[in-house]
T-cell receptor
Framework: AQSVTQPDIHITVSEGASLELRCNYS??????LFWYVQSPGQGLQLLLK??????LVQGIKGFEAEFKRSQSSFNLRKPSVHWSDAAEYFC??????????FGKGTHLIIQP | GAGVSQSPSNKVTEKGKDVELRCDPI?????LYWYRQSLGQGLEFLIY????????KSGLPSDRFSAERTGGSVSTLTIQRTQQEDSAVYLC????????????FGPGTRLLVL
């Protein structure tokens, strides 16, 4: 069965500090991999995606993610967070006829 | 419009009533998806359309749920005899094609069943 794990329900980071959000997946084959962000009152917005090729992908708002096949991981990183990054972050492998399988999400809190 | 639109944005209904939720995808997008977001279950995939066809309806939570898409564009998700556990935000997304194409999400319909 397809599954995705985001082990951190909440993460608190000081503004300006670096961030890493973890994501592990279980799939029959390497799936397409996505990170979405959901801010209060906002819809889901794509941050970045991985299909193939370079395992380090760049996204919007200064985010990047690294695909590691051996660890079945696709962790999201940002070198320096801003207060506006406070939101819910979802890792989602999949796509196509099976849709996206969303993790439970990580709630990011930014401390001043 | 430029994005995916959904209507209504909010719906309050009484248990046992039928509701119809509408999704207008981005023009030219052949793939359309429905998801449900609830506190207990998180984000769940419900159904996928390629054109007007939904090859697999097994993701729909029960036989009270049905979905259709006409003209390769607008889609409706219908819930019959609503139950309190149907309360959730129903999200629609569309993509240019299926596969790994980026899915663009609408703002959702917040459904509350009393």
């Amino acid at each position: 069965a397809q599954s995705v794990t985001q082990p951190d329900i909440h993460i608190t980071v000081s503004e300006g500090a670096s961030l890493e959000l973890r994501c592990n997946y279980s799939y029959g084959a390497t799936p397409y991999l996505f990170w979405y962000v959901q801010s209060p009152g906002q819809g889901l917005q794509l941050l970045l995606k991985y299909f193939s090729g370079d395992t380090l992908v760049q996204g919007i708002k200064g985010f990047e993610a690294e695909f590691k096949r051996s660890q079945s991981s696709f962790n999201l990183r940002k070198p320096s967070v801003h207060w506006s990054d406070a939101a819910e972050y979802f890792c989602a492998p999949g796509g196509g006829a099976d849709g996206l399988t969303f993790g439970k999400g990580t709630h990011l809190i930014i401390q001043p | 419009g430029a994005g995916v639109s959904q209507s209504p944005s909010n719906k309050v209904t009484e248990k046992g009533k039928d509701v119809e939720l509408r999704c207008d995808p981005i023009s030219g997008h052949t793939a359309l998806y429905w998801y449900r977001q609830s506190l207990g279950q998180g984000l769940e995939f419900l159904i996928y359309f390629q054109g007007n066809s939904a090859p697999d309806k097994s993701g729909l939570p029960s036989d009270r749920f049905s979905a259709e898409r006409t003209g390769g564009s607008v889609s409706t998700l219908t819930i019959q005899r609503t139950q309190q556990e149907d309360s959730a935000v129903y999200l629609c997304a569309s993509s240019f094609a299926g596969g790994g194409e980026t899915q663009y999400f609408g703002p959702g319909t917040r459904l509350l069943v009393l």
